[in-house]
């Protein structure tokens, strides 16, 4: 078992970024048996999901003449457009179904405002609306941040990075992510994640490594 104060924080473990789904991330489903298998050894365990309305900003349906992966700027900065995907209620937002976690013991919902997207469980883009995450983990006491789940370069690697400005001990369990690696978006490769979150002191983990 890990720690008391340690938590695990499963991000976007869903049907839309598998492989069928609307954004799927190359081989995304390979996490869920590891995340299955690791979620037994912490006391603490949360979950991310993204959760957008059907005419969400970040999708490229909503920019005329725009395509997915493009970039467009908003009011709070560059936005990537996406394919429209974890449209809220539907069966592309629900889990995977082979994700096995039956002691999860909340659910933070990110990227429902219409006008703001969130890469990120804490802050979302605007950079000011938050999900609850930060101040849930304070209460509870949950100091060791351990992350998992999809995509390692987007959500992954914002959540990550949102934890250590909190102050928080922050490992990512490499192994337990994958990553979409969009050499077309500025900054959009896993390597330049990996190089934003290891500049951060962020720690990267295995799961074999968790004991
Ligand atoms: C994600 C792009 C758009 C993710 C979510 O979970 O990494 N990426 N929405
Ligand atoms: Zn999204």
Redesign the pocket.
Known sequence: MQPNDAVLIV??V?ND?CPGGA?A?PDGDAVVGIVSRIAKQFSAVVM?Q?W?PADHI?FASQHAGRAPFETVELPYGTQ?L?PD??VQGTAGAAFHPGLVVPGVQAVFRK?FRRMV???SGFLEADRTSTTGLGGYLAERGLGRVFVA????????A?TALDAQALGLDVTVIEDACRG?DAPTIPGGTLADAWRRMSDAGVRRGRSDGLV
């Open positions: 991000v976007d869903q970024f954004l991330v991310t993204d957008h970040s990537v996406w995907h974890c990227g997207d969130s890469y789940g999809l995509a390692t370069d987007f959500c992954v914002w979409i």
